[in-house]
């Protein structure tokens, strides 16, 4: 009882002070305790961002830290593959049609890194987890106004600096009705990712971030395990983010546009392409 009430005694003041406005040095702040799992974050992880529906896959990126960067490579999601048996298709199919198993072996082989492990971040999961830590902060680059009554979709966002939750959250990620089109709408989902990391990851927040992670339930699919997911947001959240999209050029095949990616390794389709076939 002795030892008890002295050790409680003696750790009152730095866990008061923890608590106040004024909190201590990062060196003595709690103990995070996903940072051994960090290391998950090593390997090439696939991020998957669906539609509410859980269909289409918006965001398709390899995510993989690498001493104090998390490096993001964004594939869009219109870039054109041929898939055996399926013939042209366009990337963001193939969660749709094989899962992630056939997401991880198809963009593995493409971009020339074996993919270990993925991550599929329904639309609904990233405004539950910005709700539940009191929205995130994000820099609304100009005027988006859209409205969509058919999808019960309205947009109406001004300029600047400020908190977004609930629908003005989903309106940022979703709107797409500019001159930038799916490419903007990559960067902002990005954008609002990082930033839903870094707050997830304040010693505030730390403490709430099982729980936050269970309340979106089966609104994330993956074959991490909790204190490895726990480990790489963690990791996303205190690194510096170093985005890159894959180069290429749209192009018309039959009608249908899509985007040609200039992969980081020749995926064994050759370059030598019917060029008659295609309409730039």
């Known amino acids: 009882m002795a030892l008890g009430l002295g050790g409680g005694l ?21 103990i995070n305790p996903f940072a051994a799992w960090s290391r998950v974050g090593s390997q ?36 054109y593959i041929e898939l055996d048996g399926y013939g042209p298709q366009k990337v963001n199919a193939l969660y749709p049609i094989g899962g992630a198993k056939m997401a991880k072996r198809e963009l593995s082989r493409r971009m020339g890194r074996p993919i270990s492990h993925y991550l599929v971040v329904n639309l609904r ?38 908190n977004l939750r609930g629908r003005d959250l989903e309106g940022f990620l979703r709107f797409r009705h500019d001159e930038m089109g799916d ?20 010693p505030d927040q730390l403490v709430r971030l099982p729980m936050v992670l269970a309340a979106v339930g089966s609104d994330i699919k993956t074959d991490l395990g909790p204190m490895e997911l726990g ?11 170093q985005v890159e999209r894959l180069d290429g050029y749209p192009f018309y095949l039959d009608g249908v546009s899509y985007w040609e990616a200039i992969w980081p390794k020749p995926s064994g389709r050759g370059s030598g392409r019917d060029e008659g076939r295609y309409t730039y």
């Not at 490419?183 to 304040?202: C, M, P, V, Y």
């Open 231 to 241: 480990g790489l947001v963690t990791a996303m959240g205190t690194t510096e983010l």
């Open 44 to 79: 090439n992880i696939l991020l998957l961002g669906t539609d509410e529906e859980g269909g289409l896959t918006d965001v398709i990126a390899s995510v993989r830290i690498d001493g104090g960067t998390t490096k993001v490579t964004q594939v869009p999601r219109d870039t």
């Open 183 to 202: 490419i903007g709408r990559i960067e902002r989902q990005q954008l609002a990712l990082h930033a839903l990391f870094r707050k997830l990851t304040r």
């Open 125 to 162: 999961a990233i405004r539950r987890m910005a709700d539940a830590v009191g929205g995130i902060e994000v820099d609304v680059p100009k005027r988006m106004y859209y409205v969509d009554n058919s999808q019960n979709l309205t947009i109406d966002l001004q300029p600047g600096r400020q």
């Open 10 to 30: 003696l750790l009152s003041a730095p866990l008061a002070e923890w608590l106040s406005e004024n909190p201590l040095q990062d060196s003595q702040r709690i």
